[in-house]
């Protein structure tokens, strides 16, 4: 489809996408310069005159990043043809003209010649424009335009630019353009599959771009390699669109090959369109300042700077492109004519070019905008008085060099007042008529042709009819004298009196229709203009001989009516000349008439065939297209089908890890389980020898206080069986019983200490508690035994554990699960008190 890249589709071609052209490097040099010898370029010329110039460049960089590989690459990869010279070199930033100088210099002087450099851009003075109209007679200048392009101040141009650099562009330029007002207020629309402008994702439709192209104010991927290996067309087509304004006599192209290109249009009005250009750059400009970017990238020397070093100072081209048939003849003559004058002239491509040329300035460097509009709008004008005098017969060297002089034989769709039915009034009346005019033209008429001597009756009837109302008339002021009688003829009043009085009553019968009524009579009405051409022609010729005196003479004198009418030999010469001079001026234009009819109608069929192939080829490309639909809908349902085969198998393999993660995991708390059991086996185990040490040491230390008990027991019935009890207790206050008392309480006090020594005491004081606990443990469970069974017994046991089961795990509860949610919490009260 129309203006779809590449990129839309999925697959970037060499140059278009994120990549450099194949080819020669752009961020390292290689040391050694490529061999140019089949190169053939103004780049190749300058690197084979002087190689040292490559390694003193190599290595030079912007403070931007671009390097000299950036700048040369267009020359190094493609060789180019010796006839047809291209420059090989583009520029990354404004920086590269400074840090390149060298190159770009003599790329410069290559181009335009030596001088070219001699006089900075900004000591080139401005002008008025020209208040001259290129076309006076509003039907040979086809279409004017003015185009600049500009760059921005502080990014690297389109070819070296990255995608965030373009974006950036687009955004400050869109930016800029959408805020112009009135006639120039329009809408930007981005390039189809370009996703960078938020407000129109996916770029403009297909019907925008169809009405685009259209109009001529379209631009396409680049597709040439010198562009591709330029790096124009990299990240195509993202950040790049086109705006336009609602009368589309403006448009601006953002991140084409330049930053902004912008072109205005008129039909013949070149210096409205470089007005209404002017004031969008000046309110980008403007708003470019406001958004601190620095305005356009521009220096003194070379004025406003561009990748393309051809497009450099005023960057701008003014053209106007006219309808000049025989001119185009002669190409070689007419291309050196306006080199001379600073232009270049060219035929214009298309189907519809026809006779049309396209005249431009030549120069960018060395002049100033409005003197620029000025040399095409003067070259014009000066080339279609040219053509105009060509179609009289008049030789294209000749036409030339007259300029914009307007001297050429009067046409039939001039008007001037009078001068041409006066003039004819004195020249050959009859033998101009019955023999030039009749025989030589062939004009058809319905009857025989009128004869001379009907006509000099008539002229003579109106002459006498004139002087009688003259003589009858009270004398008035004289009058003016006539304009450009022939010397021959102004020194005899009476001639001069006829030929005014001739004059005047020829110019009344044309102005009340007389005249031409006479003439409808004897011709047809196709004829009537003709007849009046021819004759204005004729006469005008003879009034410059002395044809117009002789004539004159053979009316005054009807008595010589049967002599001779006879012109000198120089005058006849002259006269038919003249007269074979505008019959090939008439010939010419009928030719050129008749060939425009004739490529009128070949454009009609070519039209009509361009139409048949344009059908068939929207047939062919809606055939594509349904294919290209189809084998996506067939890619699609492949993709769909693929995507549930992968989506199966990855549920399967998701199945099949759930599996082995359930397994790994039922070996993991197996394994678990098992160290727990070991680890409760163990406790046990230590449980165990803790107990059964403590029951050793337990029966030790009641070993030990039964003996302190058998002792003291022992030593109380020897106290009692030698009477020394009774006396300890008879006589409580004596010392003997004290001593004794005294005794027994040291003897119980070490055998405390020796208890309290040993462990045995706390033992003994271990068992009473844990003998309490195991009571108050086994009243515990009598209770809980005791609720338990009036539980089940009254089903609120049940109860309980359905709501259990219901708010605990409602889909997985088990019995098992609720006996160790019960055992677990019983476990906790009991630990809890």
């Given amino acids: ?198 407000a129109k994702p996916g770029g403009m439709t297909a019907s925008d771009e169809q009405a685009l192209a259209a109009d001529g104010i379209f631009f396409h991927e680049p597709d040439s390699p010198a562009a591709l290996s330029s790096g124009s067309g990299l990240h195509w087509p993202s950040a790049r669109g086109v705006f336009v304004n609602e009368q ?77 048939p025989l001119l185009k003849s002669s190409m070689n003559k007419l291309s050196e004519w306006c080199r001379k004058r600073g232009l270049i002239v060219r035929p214009t491509s298309g189907r519809d070019s026809g006779d049309l040329l396209e005249v431009c300035n030549a120069e960018r460097l060395g002049i100033s905008e409005e003197q620029a509009v000025n040399l095409v709008v003067e070259g014009v004008c000066e080339l279609v008085h040219a053509e105009r005098r060509m179609e009289t017969g008049m030789p294209h060297e000749k036409a030339l060099e007259m300029g914009s002089v307007d001297t050429e034989v009067v046409l039939d769709d001039e008007n001037e007042d009078g001068q041409l039915a006066w003039s004819a009034a004195g020249g050959a009346l009859g033998h101009m008529i019955s023999s030039a005019i009749v025989s030589s033209c062939e004009i058809p008429i319905k009857d025989s042709p009128i004869s001379v001597t009907q006509l000099q009756e008539k002229i003579q009837a109106g002459v006498a009819a004139k002087e009688e109302t003259n003589k009858a008339a009270p004398p008035a002021a004289t009058p003016a004298a006539p304009p450009s009688a022939p010397p021959v003829l102004q020194a005899a009043p009476p001639v001069a009196a006829a030929r005014a009085n001739l004059g005047a009553a020829l110019l009344k019968a044309a102005d009340n229709g007389s005249l031409v009524a006479a003439l409808e009579n004897e011709l047809h009405q196709d004829s009537i203009k003709q007849l009046k051409e021819h004759v204005a022609n004729c006469f005008l010729v003879a009034s410059k001989t002395d044809a117009f005196s002789k004539a004159l003479r053979s009316v005054l004198q009807p008595e010589a009516e049967d002599e001779p009418f006879l012109l000198g030999t120089e005058d006849e010469t002259k006269a038919a000349t003249r007269i074979q001079a505008i019959h090939r001026g008439k010939a010419d234009r009928a030719a050129v008439r008749r060939q425009k009819k004739e490529e009128s109608a070949a454009a009609v069929r070519i039209q009509a065939i361009q139409r048949g192939k344009k059908e068939r080829k929207k047939v062919t490309q809606q055939i594509k297209e349904e294919s290209a639909a189809a084998t996506r809908i067939q890619a699609i349902q492949r993709g769909k089908k693929e995507r549930r085969q992968v989506t199966q198998q990855k549920k399967e393999e998701a199945e099949a890890a759930v599996k082995i993660q359930a397994t790994f995991h039922g070996k993991q708390q197996r394994k678990k389980f098992e160290t727990q059991r070991t680890m409760r086996r163990e406790e046990k185990e230590k449980d165990r020898l803790l107990h059964e040490h403590n029951d050793d040491f ?69 068992e009473v508690k844990e003998e309490e606990q195991q009571a108050k443990l086994g009243n515990v469970r009598s209770k809980i035994a005791a609720q338990l069974e009036a539980s089940l017994n009254d089903g609120s046991l049940e109860t309980a554990l359905h709501e259990i089961m219901q708010e605990k795990q409602p889909a997985m509860a088990t019995v098992d699960d609720v006996r160790k949610n019960m055992a677990d919490q019983l476990e906790a009260a009991l630990n809890d008190g």
């Fill in 248 to 324: 589309r006599t403006f448009s601006a192209w953002v991140n084409e090959e330049e930053q902004l290109k912008v072109t205005a249009k008129r039909d013949y009005d070149l210096q409205g369109a470089y007005s209404e250009l002017r004031a969008v750059l000046e309110h980008v400009a403007s708003s470019l300042q406001r958004d601190a970017v620095g305005g356009f990238a521009k220096n003194d020397r070379l004025g406003h700077l561009n990748s393309n070093p051809t497009n450099l100072g005023i960057a701008m081209k003014a053209s106007m492109t006219a309808k000049l």
């Fill in 698 to 766: 337990h029966h030790a230390a009641q070993d030990s206080l039964l003996e302190k008990k058998d002792q003291i027991r022992l030593a109380l019935e020897a106290s009692l069986e030698n009477g020394t009890l009774q006396d300890v207790l008879s006589k409580p206050d004596s010392k003997e019983s004290k001593r004794a008392v005294d005794d027994v309480r040291s003897t119980m006090a070490d055998t405390l200490e020796a208890s309290l020594n040993d462990g045995s005491l706390e033992v003994a004081l271990q």
């Fill in 1 to 198: 489809p129309l203006g779809v890249s590449a990129m839309t589709t999925g697959f970037a071609e060499p140059g278009l996408g994120d990549e450099e052209y194949p080819g020669f490097p752009t961020d390292v040099c290689p040391e050694e310069l490529p061999d140019l010898s089949d190169h053939h370029s103004l780049l190749a010329d300058i690197f084979k005159a002087e190689p040292d110039l490559y390694q003193t460049l190599r290595s030079a960089r912007t403070r931007l990043g671009v390097g000299l590989g950036k700048c040369i690459k267009p020359g190094m990869d493609i060789p180019g043809h010796k006839l047809i010279k291209v420059v090989g070199a583009v520029a990354g930033d404004a920086e590269c003209y400074a840090s390149f100088q060298p190159l770009f210099d003599k790329l410069l002087e290559a181009r335009y010649g030596g001088s070219i450099l001699s006089k900075p851009q900004s000591q080139v003075s401005r002008c008025t424009l020209t208040a001259m109209s290129a076309e006076p007679f509003k039907r040979y200048v086809v279409s004017s335009e003015v185009t600049a392009s500009r760059n921005l101040q502080g990014l690297r141009f389109v070819p070296a630019a990255n995608k965030a650099e373009k974006c950036e562009a687009e955004r400050l330029l869109v930016r800029a353009l959408l805020g112009l007002e009135g006639a120039l207020k329009g809408d930007y629309l981005p390039l189809r599959g370009s996703e960078t402008f938020p």
